[in-house]
């Protein structure tokens, strides 16, 4: 038999992941930002799960109003109060150093695809 047929993931082409800023600086909330199952503000407990901490950064692609953390989504606004801002522009990365398997940290280049 032949092998079924899977369509390939669609990732919009302006989908670009960036860094967010959990910021709490004008709704004063005292606990963290929900993640959200749907991009949907419900009253359901069972719809949310974890929390972004306040001051904390996210890394997340930008849709509808929503920011989509790998499978799950947190608001740009929250009673009217922004509570997402961009860390740096598109295209910017933050390296995480316990995830490297190198000694000695990254080197800057310029050229694309440098070997070593």
């Known amino acids: 038999l ?5 369509a390939p993931k669609v990732v919009a082409a ?3 992941e960036r860094i967010w ?11 963290g930002l929900k993640f959200s199952l749907g ?12 929390l972004a901490e306040w001051g904390s950064e996210v890394s997340g692609v930008a ?4 920011l989509r953390v790998k499978d799950h989504y947190l608001p740009f606004t929250l009673n009217g109060a922004p509570v997402l801002k ?9 390296v995480d150093k316990d ?6 940290g990254l080197r800057y ?5 440098a070997e070593d």
Do not use: M
């Open 2 to 6: 032949p092998a079924p047929k899977v």
């Open 14 to 16: 302006n989908a670009v």
């Open 21 to 31: 800023y959990v910021d709490n600086s004008l709704l004063q909330s005292s606990s």
């Open 39 to 50: 991009k949907a503000l419900t009253q359901r407990p069972e719809d949310y799960i974890d």
């Open 63 to 66: 849709e509808e109003g929503w």
């Open 86 to 94: 961009p860390t740096g522009e598109e295209g910017t990365f933050k």
């Open 99 to 104: 995830s490297l398997k190198v000694c000695g």
């Open 109 to 113: 280049t310029h050229v694309k695809g």
